[in-house]
């Protein structure tokens, strides 16, 4: 079935570094993926996005990467700030199925 | 901004009690999602539905069933509450069926069930 896998459950940085959040799926017609960022307490926050035909897209501060030959999906933090201290999710959509498939989620810690 | 809020952040049940978890939405999106969320086991999607009366099973709908009256509602109901269910419940919406956009979650119900 459709699975999406992160290869770290946890990372520990040190504050100004940068981040980097990797994750896996297994599903080929996905075709929308999307980070989130969840914080104690708190549902799921949007952070980035990027469609399939598309191999990187960048933000403030975070980049997405896409690698569909060996579908492969990571997201870089730069400069990472002790507020960037939570769990992040991948999740891939298949728009004709409707639904999204997250993964079980990387706890990201900054040290001061 | 998109504002998904659930009726209540903390709830403790008994065991064979009926439940209820409400869920809006102020954006008129057409898309509701319920997904319970456990230790080591991220996010499952138990029911969605893309419009008002429509619903369509998640990955563990098992023990659940959903009610969308109004576009803006989406009700999770534990027909009959067992000690399995006590988890975290998010609802989510996002636009449409067909657009590619993130989904908008609630902050959550801690659900307990005794």
């Known amino acids: 079935g459709e699975s999406v896998g992160l290869h770290l459950p946890t990372l520990s940085v040190q504050e100004g570094d940068n981040s980097i959040i990797n994750c896996a799926y297994s599903?080929?017609?996905?075709?929308?993926f999307i980070w989130y960022k969840q914080e104690s307490g708190k549902g799921p926050q949007f952070i980035i996005d990027?469609?399939?035909?598309?191999d990187k897209r960048q933000g403030q501060r975070v980049t997405v990467l896409l690698n569909k030959t060996v579908k492969h999906l990571s997201l870089q933090i730069a400069a990472t700030q002790p507020g960037d201290s939570a769990v992040y999710f991948c999740?891939?959509?298949?728009?004709?199925?409707?639904?999204?498939?997250f993964g079980d989620g990387t706890t990201l810690t900054v040290k001061p | 901004d998109v504002k998904v809020t659930q009726s209540s952040r903390y709830l403790v049940k008994r065991t064979g009690e009926k439940v209820f978890l409400e869920c809006v939405q102020d954006?008129?999106?057409?898309?509701m999602f319920w997904y319970r969320q456990d230790p080591g086991l991220g996010l499952r999607l138990i029911y969605f539905?893309?419009?008002?009366?429509?619903?369509e099973k998640g990955d563990i709908p098992e023990g659940y069933s959903v009610s969308r009256e109004k576009k803006e509602r989406f009700s999770l109901i534990l027909e009959s509450a067992s000690t399995n269910q006590t988890s975290m419940y998010l609802c989510?919406?996002?636009?449409?069926?067909?657009?590619?956009?993130?989904?908008?979650f609630g902050d959550g119900t801690r659900l307990s069930i005794l």
């Open positions: 599903n080929s017609a996905s075709d929308y």
């Open positions: 990027i469609r399939s035909n598309m």
């Open positions: 989510a919406s996002s636009l449409s069926r067909n657009s590619n956009q993130p989904q908008h």
């Open positions: 539905s893309y419009d008002v009366k429509m619903k």
């Open positions: 999740a891939e959509h298949n728009t004709n199925a409707g639904k999204s498939t």
């Open positions: 954006m008129d999106h057409e898309n």
